[in-house]
């Protein structure tokens, strides 16, 4: 009985310290991430629900709700075409400049974005070195919400490229030579062998990039021009109302901002899980 005991106890422990690293874990995230989502729940009940609605359905809100998701929802789908672009060309090919080019891709992450926004803003707006060249064509990129869409690309880029690299290098590629043996095309081989495997990291990295983009703010308060209504963003207008010191009709926005990001990335942890059951089933 005693020696029964002693290996149910030394299996229990197969990880030392658990105990203490969970009860550090659980109060580190509570410090960084529950808390301060807490205040703005209770930062925003000192509203009563006709103020609340009224402050969140204004319609400059309403405007900047609608730039802040679209750019961004835009910017990530580019950033899935692309971003799969690239992590393949980087895993599949060799060529010249290829760990220079790996490096540039986690150059966003480095870059500070305020740094990001003015260069941007320089570069597109009409007398910079594109803008004048797309202005004789009609194309304005600087202060629309092009221009934000632009900044949110440069942004969200890395995301979706580091997310499916790891797992383009960790295809099988017996698999493909199998398809192809058996007649395959290449076309037939990387919509039914390769993309379902790369489905969930998508998915994955798309969320990633929608999620960043939507508090983004740093690269895109400069390209952006700020005109209400127009090219306003969300969280500008959070920083707008607390420098008028309006701390709850802030928060408000924000809490609407943080309900939608959660829904939005709960649907798109379900779309990868029903992908993972999916290819799991295959």
Same mark, same amino acid.
Do not use: C, H
């Given at each position: 009985?005693?020696?029964?005991?002693?290996?149910?106890?030394?299996?229990?422990?197969v990880?030392?310290?658990?105990?203490?690293?969970?009860?550090?874990?659980?109060?580190y995230l509570?410090?960084?991430?529950?808390?301060?989502l807490i205040g703005?729940f209770?930062?925003?009940?000192?509203?009563?629900?006709?103020?609340?609605?009224?402050?969140?359905?204004?319609?400059?809100?309403?405007?900047?709700?609608?730039?802040?998701f679209l750019?961004?929802?835009?910017?990530?789908?580019?950033?899935l075409?692309?971003?799969?672009?690239?992590?393949?060309?980087? %895993?599949r090919?060799?060529?010249? !400049?290829?760990k +220079?080019?790996?490096?540039? @891709?986690?150059? =966003? /992450?480095?870059l500070?974005?305020?740094?990001?926004?003015?260069?941007?803003?320089?570069?597109?707006?009409?007398?910079?070195?594109?803008?004048k060249?797309?202005?004789p064509?009609?194309v304005? %990129?600087?202060?629309t919400?092009? !221009?934000?869409t +632009?900044?949110?690309?440069? @942004?969200?880029? =890395? /995301?979706v490229?580091?997310t499916v690299?790891?797992?383009l290098?960790?295809?099988?590629?017996?698999?493909e030579?199998?398809a192809?043996?058996?007649?395959a095309?290449?076309?037939?081989t990387?919509?039914?062998?390769?993309?379902?495997?790369?489905?969930?990291?998508l998915?994955?990295?798309?969320?990633?990039?929608?999620?960043r983009?939507?508090?983004?703010?740093?690269?895109?308060?400069f390209?952006?021009?700020?005109?209400p209504?127009?090219t306003e963003?969300?969280?500008l207008?959070?920083?707008?109302?607390?420098?008028q010191?309006?701390?709850?009709?802030a928060?408000?926005i924000a809490?609407?901002?943080l309900?939608?990001?959660?829904l939005?990335?709960?649907?798109?942890?379900?779309l990868q899980?029903?992908s993972?059951?999916?290819?799991?089933?295959?």
């Open positions: 009985m005693t020696s029964s005991a002693t290996k149910k106890a030394k299996a229990r422990s990880l030392p310290g658990f105990g203490l690293s969970l009860g550090f874990t659980v109060f509570s410090i960084i991430v529950l808390i301060p703005v209770v930062k925003t009940s000192g509203l009563t629900p006709e103020r609340f609605w009224e402050t969140v359905s204004n319609a400059r809100v309403l405007a900047s709700y609608k730039i802040s750019t961004s929802f835009y910017a990530a789908l580019v950033n075409v692309f971003g799969l672009i690239i992590a393949w060309v980087l %895993v090919y060799k060529f010249p !400049g290829k +220079l080019i790996d490096s540039l @891709i986690d150059m =966003p /992450f480095a500070p974005t305020a740094v990001a926004g003015i260069s941007l803003t320089a570069i597109y707006a009409p007398n910079g070195w594109v803008g060249l797309l202005e064509l009609g304005k %990129v600087a202060f919400p092009l !221009g934000i +632009l900044a949110l690309i440069f @942004i969200g880029l =890395p /995301f490229v580091r690299q790891p797992v290098q960790d295809l099988d590629r017996e698999v030579e199998a192809v043996m058996l007649g095309f290449r076309w037939r990387f919509r039914r062998v390769i993309l379902p495997e790369l489905i969930p990291a998915l994955t990295g798309f969320a990633l990039a929608f999620a983009g939507i508090g983004e703010y740093g690269s895109v308060v390209i952006s021009g700020n005109m209504m127009k963003i969300a969280p207008l959070i920083m707008t109302k607390l420098e010191f309006d701390y709850r009709g928060t408000a809490l609407v901002m309900v939608a990001s959660f939005l990335l709960l649907l798109i942890n379900y899980w029903r993972n059951r999916r290819v799991a089933a295959a």
